[in-house]
């Protein structure tokens, strides 16, 4: 990976290097979260125990519960053990690692755009926003064979409606469903 560049184009100092941006790409890709979900997430609402993430800020304005994979489990814990040697009194996962105009170490990250948009310049990515990584989760569920239904639970849609414009990233299912269905008639006729 390449290291993150200064504005003469040299690479910065690792003490420099924010773990916010990666973590929270990595995070949102496995979970689905909007980016509000994830940036307001507090240590509180993580529960190593039940794999389970409680979001209290979204869209719908109810408390909802996203499950964690064992990637997401793995960030939520680099993230927990950075906490700890670099502020274990922040309530955030993700949260300012220094202080700086508007902000003191500890403090809720309110955005990531800037950082995030670095991030896509560097690896040749264009015409991405961080709401696509939310797109990526429901299209790399839908072509991993996850039905819509589900989808749509995972992405916490309030209807399916809003979750069939995956469907067509999985044609080959529908193939595979009517596949399965083995009804013959055999009609006998009398003379």
Known sequence: ??????????????????TAPADFIELALNTGCRKSELLSLKWEHVDFSTRLLRLEETKSGDWQTVPINEAARQVLKRRLAFRATLCPSSPYVFFHEKNR???KLGDRIQNLRRSFARACVQV??????????????????????TTLFEVSKLLRHSSVTMTEIYAHLAPDQLHDAVGKLRFTAQFQHSD
Request: hydrophobic content about 35%; aromatic content about 6%; charged content about 10%.
């Open 124 to 145: 040749g990515i264009t015409n991405f926003t961080i709401h696509d990584l939310r797109h990526t989760f429901a299209s790399w569920l839908v072509m991993n064979g």
């Open 101 to 103: 105009p508007g902000a």
């Open 1 to 18: 990976a390449r290291s993150p560049l200064d504005q003469q184009g040299q690479p910065l100092p690792a003490r420099n290097v924010s």
